[in-house]
């Protein structure tokens, strides 16, 4: 954490902008006001198209917008002030924000934070990113919960009926998120390597080679931490692309998208298992391992986005609070093991609130994945500790899964 | 897993009574855990004096003891009721404490009692600062927890060597003290010797924290809980406006917290775990503190408290996430996976609240009543209550409690800026200094000119506030230009109406700025379809569905209230604990929620108070959590009369602030139910009422009505001094002042035209030496019940709140109780009181005068409702709706006979009051026509002076079997005082006494040791031995008059000293006596404990006699 900005942003003010809809594919409509990028490069009034989806962290802003699991989705924060620390240049978890659309009720005025660098609103339109304010998120989120996720835009409040019906129109042309391969998108185009170095430790204890499928920067810097070199690899790359340096241990990231689309992926995981390589994987990685096993994915009705979700441990009973960011899940038996090509699996979490699963463990293998992000950012670190099981498994691949 | 299986009773220790520092807020935990305890089966018994709450209601426990929190007193429960366990950590700092002087004095080992929640050692590292502090250090570095640099000191001597190491200002921190008693600010040496001196003695264990400044940090809790499995949840995350060196308690407060990354509120969730872990909370909840540097974000631990607070109430009715009912669970040995969430019913406990709004909580105060009090807020708590608002934004949240504050100001513009406080100085510097409505000064700051960054240097509240408040000053300023613009009911006004009202500006607030009444306002804003809606508290931002109608109000498109078909009840609550309105109210407005349910209505409560049990979701079918303004609440009842069939809001129950809206609403087409209005106006009018008592054939005290200085005047001289003058139409005595002459008059007139601008004065003869009796009854409009006649210890004069009372009457007759009871009816039929009505009467000389009448719920209400078992009330809200009490005796809700004759041989109860002297040092502690207490407490005992022991030793400490007894009183009250003098020095005291009392004394036989005035500056005067500790109880009435004359000051001075060391100090001749019966009962050894229970059912056996004797009142 920088300690060397002792002094404040200088306070700017948000403009009162542009009258501006949230429309759904149901024709359900919100108006409000344009927040963030009001055009395009060509200067054209912006609009834009996603899945609308409610995050329900009330910190972590930052994080969330460049979380690259929210990809071609509009997220709708339930918290009522977003922007209150500004932006500042330690938090981002990618390179970019990768939200289609940000739906907030009451930006912040003001950022207020010794850390800060800039404004939010100033930041989004940096990036541009269409957003909008002053809508009531409670009643749109009320509205998601019952009808579930689905598709919507942003855009500059229609003049008239044909304008929103036209407007309704391009939503439904507009592509869903079933059927959606993302992870590509976002992913990184060239490997890269996170030294432990980089993170005060001297000694590189093991190494992993982590597929990108939309990996948040946290994950390898918690890997680092503990003495793991992270090669990071490309979304589509091989197994034996994975595999090619002997690393000690191979992972599976988070990332947007329908996890069906991910073939390339769950060949990869595939070729990993058959390695008995350890296999750890996080959110898609736990869909993707999921689907290596043999088990289906299917879309929930508004997935769960937040930071405060109870996930059970079903070996000890403990529960941690999670950092959720899915609208998949995996389809396995929830009691019991499941015989699988790769061995005996069994289901190692679930969320208390509505018993999706939430984790696998393989009894024949090395290799285990949560559906939760254990590297936070944001949420709480309660499952920080799943990364030195990972750790753990690698030093002793005998033991199998996440023992 | 199932709850441990190895106890089926166990002991619960509430909090006694409300004081600063402790309030409401442990009825409303109390209450819940003793519900929790009950529900799985367990026998629950419980402690605690004060009358006036629900957990003390028979049917909370099953065996109740209203008896003092004393060590000796929780022993004798031991060994009579033999629990299994003991539960400690919901009863604020006063269970915990006597807790731990109970195990330290090996009775929870002797009786094999268990401790649950929280163990002994965990509390110990929880409360201990040195120890704690030690515990903070040793955690792993990584996590960045540091506390703040300290000395942990144990005399004066080593807090001056201490200052060497750690400079000015530094903080001094008594160990063991409520509400940071006894702590403050040391600026230098002299602040030092000041602070730390009464810090060590208002410690238990003589110990002080000295620690580096850290004032102007931010300032943080969170709420966390805990399970047996080490399941860790924070429920809440709380930030303070105010910046440090305001306590708490005295903040101003937002949840969530509003100024934190992900990264910065992770690590201190990150620490506040590992610090629950390590201190070893092993199943229930703590709270704990924490300040941030602003520039840097070093972050520093404060402290922790080991059990439910304040902030868990805070917390709890902020995230619908009940605490205290969960800390129960868990205590019995449930996980929290175990435990449903009541919301959601579908998700469980173990997860942590996500807000979609925003709780502001704003402190209220009573420096009014203190004179001379020290305005300054400081680590040391001296606020009397809160409101909470919630709204869909901060300033919404933060102009809702602005207004639900009820302190003169309704928010923002309401009252002229010359009436802030601190107006005489440059705003810039006002905010500079902490101060009950300091965020008015931010804005007056703001509107004159000073940037937000000027105005966080000079008061250190975080800019992010300062600006929501520079929000709201742009946002009235757009309002005011638009609609000089383009005229008020323009569309482009109307728009701009709408954004100001989803910014939380009330009706009031813009019709004060627009400069239109606010009626018109209102009705130009509703036909326009600005409407708020109602949006629900679910404890997970909307992501499930929620089953609990917990609402408040805020403007967006969506509604949540739900159509229902049951009539319902609207019962207004009573808002901000005050001197004056405090939870007799409240308890008031719940058992008109738990009666008309029974009685098969929906039962509705409106109140924004959140230390109290009426705001909690499960006392009512509906609740809404809003300011109790006209505006507020008609929007409540137009919601409600959209969702079903409304029969009527009840506004008789919560005191003064639902009772000063009733005429409003009526108008307005509300329909009031129980005593109408107009009734009400015929009893607080006094022409109107004076014609009410002379058709009843009744007296008053001469008295006269005055609008003007010189028509006061006129009034007085007519009447003959001293009178009795005070504003109409108030609670508590505010404003109450006995004058002697005109001078006083006209300055008095002066001020209280400043405290009610809207109401006249009352000016009433004194009377002199009279008894002053209380008389709670209800009425049906054609039979009264007669529910409690109290007759108070202290003379006419003392006001009824800060009174002692005993119930049955102790000195009257069976014909003056009769005269009470026909005037009583008399007044109830000529009013038309359809409810409660209670009645102050004074009798002087045989002769029956009626001080007041006031035609709703007193104070004294649950204080009867408990020395009489009968359920009053419940049987109110009943006769509100039509019920006759006839057929609420058939019932059984009601008694046959009533409360005029208690049977022969029936306990004695006692009311006494709380004062918070010690809160504010300096202030003179003699009581007299204004309300000054905070709360009460009840002694119950076969005979009066046993049940006036218990009283005093539950308010006070006990009252003193032997040692050294100091009289210094007034010349007329001398020859009073011989009785009870001598009396004392039968039982083997020492009498001192100030020359002249000494001398009477001595003519009267007996021998008094003469002791110097103060104010002769003599060694060895009364005041040095008090503060010496020689003495063992004081009896001093005042005399002199109120100004700055000797003997008024050595009085002072010796009361004063009283107060700082908790000497019994009696300052009235009626109290010494009953101090004198009090000893005796105490020295015969006649204290006993018996539960309410027991008296209750005893009183129903004497009761059933009296009846077959055909002796009954009736």
Known sequence: MSRTTPSRTPISRISRSSPAVLMLEDGRTFRGESFGATSDDLGRPAETFGEAVFATGMTGYQETLTDPSYAGQIVVQTAPHIGNTGVNDEDPESRAMWVAGYVVRDPSRIPSNWRSRRTLEDELRAQGIVGMSGIDTRALTRHLRERGAMRGAIAPAPADGAGEAALLQRILDSPGMVGANLAPTVSTQEPYTVSPASFGVSEVRLRVSALDLGIKSRTPARMAARGIEVTVFPATASGDDLLADGPDGVFLSNGPGDPATTSYAVEAAQKVLQSETPLFGICFGNQILGRALGFGTYKLVYGHRGINQPVQDRATGRVAVTSHNHGFAVDAPLDGRTDTPYGRVEVSHVALNDNVVEGLRLLDLPAFSVQYHPEAAPGPHDADSLFDSFVDLMQHPGKKGNA | ?????????????????????????????????????????????????????????????????????????????????????????????????????????????????RLLGADIAAIKKGEDREVFKSLVDALPPELGAESARSAVCNTLDECFAAADELGYPMVVRPSYTLGGRGGGFAYDADDLRQIAGSGLAASPYSQVLLEESILGWKEFELELMRDRLDNVVVVCSIENVDAMGVHTGDSVTVAPAMTLTDREYQRMRDVAIAIMRAVGVDAGGCNIQFAVEPTTGRLIVIEMNPRVSRSSALASKATGFPIAKISAKLALGYTLDEIANDITRSTPAAFEPTLDYVVVKVPRFAFEKFPGADTRLTTTMKSVGEAMAIGGNFAEALQKAMRSLESGSAGFWTKPDRTLPHADLDPLEAVAIPHDGRLYNVERALRAGYTVEQVYEASGIDPWFVDQVLGILELRREVEQVVADDGIDSAKSLAILAHAKRQGFSDLQLSKVLEVAEDVLRHLRQAAGIRPVYKTVDTCAAEFAAFTPYHYSSYGEETEVEPREKPAVIVLGSGPNRIGQGIEFDYACCHAAFALSDAGFETIMVNCNPETVSTDYDTSDRLYFEPLTVEDVLEVVAAEQAAGPLVGVIVQLGGQTPLGL????????????????????????????????????????????????????????????????????????????????????????????????????????????????????????????????????????????????????????????????????????????????????????????????????????????????????????????????????????????????????????????????????????????????????????????????????????????????????????????????????????????????????????????????????????????????????????????SGNSGPRVDGYEIRSACVAKEVPCVTTVQGASAAVQGIEAVIRGDLDVRSLQHWHRELAALRAETRADGSGPR
């Open chain 2, 662 to 1041: 009733a005429a409003r609403l009526k108008a307005a087409g509300v329909p009031v139910v129980g005593t109408s209005p107009e009734a009400i106006h015929l009893a607080e009018d006094r022409g109107e009422f004076g014609r009410v008592l002379a058709s009843a054939g009744l007296l008053a005290p001469k008295h006269g009505t005055a609008r003007s200085s010189d028509e006061a005047s006129a009034i007085a001289t007519g009447i003959g001094y001293p009178v009795l003058v005070r504003p109409s139409y108030v609670l508590g005595g505010r404003g109450m002042e006995i004058v002697y002459d005109e001078g006083s008059l006209r300055a008095y007139v002066e001020r209280a035209t400043d405290a009610s601008p809207e109401h006249p004065i009352l000016i009433d003869r004194f009377l002199d030496d009279a008894v002053e009796v209380d008389v709670d009854a209800l009425f049906d409009g054609e039979q009264l019940y007669l529910a409690g006649v109290m007759e108070h210890i202290e003379e006419a004069g003392i006001h009824s709140g800060d009174s002692a009372c005993a119930l049955p009457p102790i000195t009257l007759g069976r014909s003056d109780i009769a005269r009470i009871r026909e005037a009583t009816e008399g007044i109830a039929r000529g009013v038309g009181v359809r409810g409660l009505l209670n009645v102050q009467f004074a009798l002087q000389s045989d002769v029956l005068y009626v001080i007041e009448a006031n035609p709703r719920a007193s104070r004294t209400v649950p204080f009867v409702a408990k020395a009489t078992g009968v359920a009053l009330a419940k049987a109110a809200a009943r006769v509100m709706l039509g019920a006759t009490i006839d057929e609420l005796r058939a019932e059984l809700l009601l008694p046959d006979g009533d409360g005029a004759r208690m049977p022969l041989h029936s306990h004695v109860a006692v009311k006494e009051a709380v004062l918070p002297f010690n809160r504010f040092l300096g202030v003179d502690t003699v009581l007299g026509p204004e309300m000054k207490s905070t709360g009460e407490v009840m002694g119950i005992d076969a005979g009066f002076g046993v049940a006036y022991a218990k009283s005093q030793a539950a308010a006070y400490g006990a009252l003193p079997t032997k040692g050294r007894v100091f009289v210094s009183v007034a010349n007329r009250d001398k020859r009073a005082m011989v009785f009870p003098v001598k009396r004392l020095v039968d039982l083997g005291f020492e009498v001192l006494a100030t020359d002249g009392t000494a001398e009477m004394l001595d003519r009267n036989g007996v021998r008094a040791t003469v002791v110097p005035k103060y104010s002769e500056g003599l060694a060895g005067n009364a005041v040095e031995r008090i503060l010496a500790g020689e003495i063992d109880l004081v009896i001093n009435t005042p005399f002199g008059s």
């Open chain 2, 1 to 113: 897993m199932p709850r441990r299986d190895d106890i089926e009773s166990v002991l619960v220790i509430g909090s006694g009574p409300i004081i600063i520092g402790q309030a409401s807020e442990f009825d409303y935990s109390g209450t819940q855990a003793c519900r929790v305890l009950r529900d799985e089966g367990l026998r629950v018994i419980l402690v605690n004096s004060n009358p006036a709450t629900i957990m003390t209601d028979p049917e909370i426990a099953d065996a109740t003891y209203i008896e003092p929190i004393t060590v000796d007193v929780v022993r004798r429960v031991i060994e009579l009721e033999q629990p299994d366990a003991l539960l400690a950590t919901l009863g604020g700092q006063t269970a915990l404490n006597t807790a731990m002087a109970l195990h330290d004095a090996g009775i929870l080992d002797k009786y094999g009692v």
